[in-house]
Nanobody, 119 residues
């Protein structure tokens, strides 16, 4: 009864920007944490950025200063503003969240949105 719906991926030139959006939908009591992971071909999935309700944030060192994570708790949404994108292998960005539904809490994953940075 819970799903994460992602949008905002696409093709962008090096130095360009993209804004990823994710909204949690369904029977939700509370969203405790939301964030973004990414996975490129031949590489393991890695955490890009996350935000907890405590206010704590985590961000990948290689994107610090270029990526910004934000949340809208009223709409159970998380955003990733990606600026000055570097040319690299295409990666699928996955929204993730720890959500308390009616009677349980667990991690949820979006289906992913592809980000390609190329000239």
């Amino acid at each position: 009864q819970v799903e994460l719906v992602e949008s905002g991926g696409g093709l962008v030139q090096p130095g360009g920007s993209l804004r990823l959006s994710c909204a949690a939908k369904g029977s939700i009591h509370e969203v405790y944490r939301m964030g973004w992971y990414r996975q490129a071909p031949g590489k393991e999935r890695e955490l890009v950025a996350s935000n907890h309700n405590s206010g704590a944030t985590n961000i990948l060192d290689s994107v610090k200063g270029r990526f910004t994570i934000s949340r809208d708790t009223a709409t159970n949404s998380v955003f990733l503003q990606m600026n000055n994108l570097k040319p690299e292998a295409p990666a699928v960005y996955y929204c993730s969240a720890f959500i308390a539904a009616l009677t349980s809490g667990m991690d949820y994953w979006g289906k992913g949105t592809l980000v390609t940075v190329s000239s």
